[in-house]
Nanobody, 125 residues
Framework: QVQLVESGGGLVQAGGSLRLSCAASGRILTTYAMGWFRQAARKEREFVAAVAWSAGNTYYADSVKGRFTISRDNAKNMVYLQMNSLKPEDTAVYYC??????????????????WGQGTQVTVSS
């Protein structure tokens, strides 16, 4: 069983920054990749970023590339999402998730098995 707890969300003005954290516990293997997704009101959940747990390879949605940075601390079982130059369209509930090892997709929510409860990010204009 895996538990994920996100934190760090809040209200910020456009152009500001936030750092989201995801604490993972349970049966986390070092080969598991982790991802961040977001879901705005009345929209589908969408991929934001992912990081390979051991190799450090990172992946980003085009909409956040150059503004967001995903990182992980294996020793602490933590994953972070540094969000800079925030825009109102970044407003959403942000979720971290554990990618299924045999999934062939980094960006599809269907490729992830475990999810946190989410943290709200609101960017005002």
């Amino acid at each position: 069983q895996v538990q994920l707890v996100e934190s760090g969300g809040g209200l910020v003005q456009a152009g500001g920054s936030l750092r989201l954290s995801c604490a993972a516990s349970g049966r986390i293997l070092t080969t598991y990749a982790m991802g961040w997704f977001r879901q705005a009101a009345r929209k589908e959940r969408e991929f934001v970023a992912a990081v390979a747990w051991s190799a450090g390879n990172t992946y980003y949605a085009d909409s956040v590339k150059g503004r967001f940075t995903i990182s992980r601390d294996n020793a602490k079982n933590m994953v972070y999402l540094q969000m800079n130059s925030l825009k109102p369209e970044d407003t959403a509930v942000y979720y971290c998730a554990v990618r299924r090892p045999n999934s062939n997709s980094v960006t599809s929510p269907a490729g992830y098995d475990y999810w946190g409860q989410g943290t709200q990010v609101t960017v005002s204009s």
